[in-house]
């Protein structure tokens, strides 16, 4: 997905762990990008509107 089409909706951070839900509006598609400052690791996922908040809440249970 391309963050520059995307929207912010939630942040979070904690412990070098950033953790942002997105919504693209030209595709009207959410997604939830993580990163790790602490090991340089990053991903995004795409996830269903029905469990966006979940997956933002726990993210690495849905990247699993």
Do not use: C
């Not at 963050?3 to 839900?21: F, H, P």
């Not at 990163?35 to 690495?60: I, K, Q």
């Amino acid at each position: 997905m391309n963050k520059t089409q995307s929207r912010e909706l939630a942040i979070r951070e904690d412990n070098g762990i950033a953790v942002v839900l997105l919504w693209n509006p030209k595709e009207d598609s959410l997604s939830v990008s993580v990163d790790d400052s602490r090991t340089g690791d990053r991903f995004e996922l795409r996830v269903d509107r029905a469990r966006a908040l979940d997956a933002f809440y726990h993210p690495f249970a849905y990247a699993a």
